[in-house]
């Protein structure tokens, strides 16, 4: 099927009314903010150090400051999401996002970028959880295209943010006027996000009266167990790969540098080339993921990145590799992240207390490894980034194998236990 046939299909659009496909609009908007919001600390690490006077490897700080706050953003979403109307809250969070950003270049010291990353972090993971949840609640059982959309619209802001912060440090000679760029850019999101009406604070609920409804809720204890098991499996998974990504993402423009195979605009550039395949990789997976299951794909992305990383890994010295290989890395990670949650949808009910730890531990894995390659980037080498990124990639294949046994033993009691 075609992405022309499935989004243009007179019976799709039937399905929606205006003002739905409106709010819809809304939610892509803010997540392009999001996106150019989240890929902007990477490509002025360098810039950072100077405005703070400190070194590449104490700015890993920021990475650990901003997933903390991402974690705790995580947890406090779901509940402010569940208690209020859920466009105020965004506008909210869309205006924390843009102080902050106003305020990044402004900070003379580590300790107060710390404190502003920190409360990045947690707008950032507010308004990531409010654009899923609302998103949800809003086309419910037809969500699934839209919410490719949705992250498909946050590669593209991340995709922007390197070539604007580029252009901006040409025409200034300074990371200040990039991060007021895009402050400027954040802004009016916020503002537009706040017009349009909330979606129901409610996710549809089974009828309490029909006992039918809960004898698939209730499995057998073994049954309870393996899925225990495999939500903490996929977390752990989770952890891994959003490691690797903001990992690469966070320190390629800073590794483009210090090997000498690229100035700041054309490393800024690089980073873009990571974004921009990203973004196409979530566009060619709307399609691929009509005809294929999530642990087909899954295991053919894995296979990429873990092929990507090594062309980089084995070739260093090449410019024209480091690009084919930045640009691989990224479109094959692309539908990793939502591939997963399909997978994990397919083997159990994902509830939102599910989808919290999911992210948490998300969160955590964009504090490790990010922070871990700062700590080692000057005492081992630059070169320690790609050989991170390898062996996260080969512990998140033998995971995947562990993921897929355990969903197979999962369905087979469902499937041939006797009824009393």
Do not use: C
């Amino acid at each position: 099927m075609s992405l022309t046939k499935l989004f243009v299909s007179s019976k799709f659009l039937q399905q929606y009314d205006p003002q739905k496909l409106w709010v819809t609009t809304g939610y892509y908007t803010a997540f392009i903010a999001l996106g150019l919001v989240q890929a902007s600390l990477g490509p002025t690490l360098p810039g950072l150090a100077e405005h703070t006077n400190t070194q590449l490897n104490q700015l890993s700080f920021l990475f650990v400051a901003r997933a903390i706050g991402y974690l705790t953003g995580a947890f406090l979403g779901g509940r402010l999401y569940d208690r209020m109307r859920g466009h105020p809250v965004m506008a909210v969070v869309l205006g924390v996002m843009t102080l902050a950003v106003f305020l990044i270049p402004l900070m003379p010291v580590l300790w107060a970028l710390v404190a502003v990353l920190l409360t990045l972090g947690i707008a950032e993971s507010v308004l990531d959880v409010g654009g899923n949840s609302l998103l949800m609640r809003l086309h419910r059982h037809q969500v699934g295209p839209f919410m490719n959309g949705l992250h498909l619209f946050f590669g593209l802001g991340a995709f922007l943010s390197p070539i604007i912060i580029a252009q901006a440090v040409l025409l200034s000679g300074d990371i200040t006027w990039a991060y007021w760029m895009l402050a400027l850019l954040v802004l009016p999101v916020g503002t537009w996000i706040i017009r349009l009406p909330s979606p129901s604070t409610l996710m549809p609920r089974p009828a309490s009266n029909d006992k039918r409804t809960s004898v698939s809720d209730d499995p057998p204890d073994p049954v309870k167990s393996r899925r225990g098991l495999l939500i903490f499996l996929i977390t752990l998974f989770f952890f891994l790969y959003v490691g690797i990504e903001i990992g690469y993402s966070g320190w390629i423009f800073t590794y483009a540098i210090t090997l000498g195979l690229a100035n700041e605009t054309m490393a800024a550039y690089l980073t873009s080339a990571f974004w921009g395949s990203f973004t196409v990789g979530r566009l060619v997976a709307v399609p691929i993921a009509v005809r294929f299951k999530p642990a087909a794909i899954l295991l053919v992305n894995l296979i990429g990145v873990l092929l990507s990383v090594g062309l980089v890994l084995l070739w260093s010295d090449w410019s024209v590799i480091i690009w084919l290989g930045t640009m691989g890395a990224g479109f094959w990670m692309a539908s990793i992240f939502p591939n997963l949650l399909s997978l994990a949808g397919r083997s159990f009910e994902v509830t939102g207390q599910i989808t919290g730890w999911f992210l948490a531990g998300a969160s955590v894995g964009a504090m490790f490894l990010p922070w871990l390659i700062g700590q080692l980037f000057e005492s081992v080498g630059p070169r320690v980034l790609m050989l991170a990124i390898e062996a996260n990639t080969l512990v998140a294949m033998a995971l995947f194998g562990v993921i897929w046994l355990v969903i197979r033993q999962n369905s087979r009691p469902v499937v041939t236990s006797p009824e009393k």
